[in-house]
């Protein structure tokens, strides 16, 4: 199985399935009116699930529960590779090499999608209902992944899956795992630029050359965010943010001694991303964890206020991006600048705000 064949582009499966079918009897339900009744007498329309037991999974290596319950977004991948199946034996087969290939190669800790559906008919359980996924960017916390095993860019999934998919979500809904008004979306609507951050070259904010390059990360991917806010004003627009980190670097240079500015990024509330010392390179912003984390100053002060949504949203875009890059663990922890040192950083109001996100950890 390549690489490659995670990143999904769902063509026919998209324009298809959100096209044609949402007019025919196969069609994805939107909304509560016209999803299968799975509470039927012993449930004659619930779709077969095959066990991880069944299918010979791989041990998880770790799980995270489903915040946000029952999930409002179902999203729906194909696996990207023409190999597919119409039964049991062949499909298990597949579904453990991803399994296989996102352990191993992506370096996650179990297979990515909540569940996986094989021309022949049936459901295999990925991550389950109630368990964070790894299948799409920004909205792991709040959906369901379903994957259909097979390369559909130019043509549909056999009847067979279609039903299947449909008679999975239905159920979905009727345990209370899939919220009843519920919206599907392809896997390429959440991978488009809108998730990509902004990142500011060194060059274009005018960075000094550093006294010395810095070393690289111990742990890589960084198995540590560790978020600051830089006190002092903020910063709305890109000439003034840039004006900002450059100021930063002189201080971290010529007043602390360090060989560069210290932080990995930085994100202004303009919503750019300004490069520091990078990924993968040891900073200088938190000693205990400098050599395992990534360390993101958000310009401003927090104590008695919060950022922006654009800046918020720079720092969720970044954050995401090093996963999906893996230059940050999957199950990273996200800590506030406070937990690794005596300080009031990132700031009373900040601190408060990031206890919400996903991967913030109480416990080091």
């Known amino acids: 199985m390549r690489l490659s064949s995670y990143y999904i582009h769902l063509s026919a499966l998209y324009v298809l399935l959100f096209g044609f079918l949402e007019h025919a009897v196969l069609a994805i339900p939107i909304d509560n009116t016209n999803f299968i009744n799975a509470t039927e007498s012993r449930c004659p329309e619930c779709p077969r699930i095959v066990s991880r037991k069944e299918w010979n999974a791989r041990k998880r290596l770790h799980f995270e529960i489903m915040p946000i319950k029952p999930a409002p977004y179902v999203v729906v ?45 049936n459901v295999y359980e990925g991550r ?25 860019t130019d043509f549909l999934p056999d009847e067979i899956a279609l039903k299947t998919l449909n008679k999975l979500i239905a159920y979905g809904v009727s345990l209370g795992k899939i919220r009843k008004n519920y919206n599907v979306i392809g896997h390429r609507q959440v991978r488009d630029t809108e998730y990509s951050p902004n990142i500011i070259s060194r060059t274009e904010w005018g960075a000094r050359k550093p006294k010395s390059s810095s070393p690289n990360l111990k742990l890589k991917p960084a198995p540590y965010v560790i978020i600051h806010h830089s006190v002092g004003s903020g910063c709305e627009t890109q000439a003034v943010c840039q004006l900002k980190v450059r100021q930063f670097q002189n201080m971290h240079m010529d007043k602390r001694g360090w060989n560069d500015i210290g932080y990995n990024f930085l994100v202004g509330e303009d919503g750019n991303v300004y490069e520091g010392r990078g990924w993968s390179k040891k900073g200088a912003h938190s000693v205990p964890f400098n050599n395992k984390s990534i360390g993101i100053c958000i310009i401003g002060d927090y104590r008695n206020r919060t950022p922006n949504a654009a800046a918020v949203q720079a720092v969720t875009n970044l954050i995401a991006h090093g996963v999906e890059s ?39």
Not at 128 to 152: E, R
Not at 349 to 364: A, D, F, G, N, R
């Open 326 to 364: 893996n230059e940050i663990k999957s199950d990273y922890k996200l800590l506030g600048h406070r937990q690794t040192w005596p300080t009031e950083c990132p700031g009373n109001s900040l601190y408060t705000m990031i206890k919400s996100w996903p991967h913030w950890s109480e416990s080091q």
């Open 128 to 152: 389950g209902w109630d368990y964070i996924g790894a299948h799409a960017i920004g909205y792991n916390t709040q959906s369901i992944g379903i994957c259909i095993i097979g390369d559909f």
């Open 77 to 121: 991948h194909h696996g990207g590779i023409p190999r597919y199946c119409r039964d049991q034996e062949t499909c298990s087969d597949i579904v453990r090499a991803y399994q296989d290939l996102h352990l191993d190669q992506r370096g996650w800790y179990d297979i990515g999608y909540n569940f996986v559906i094989g021309e022949d008919g």
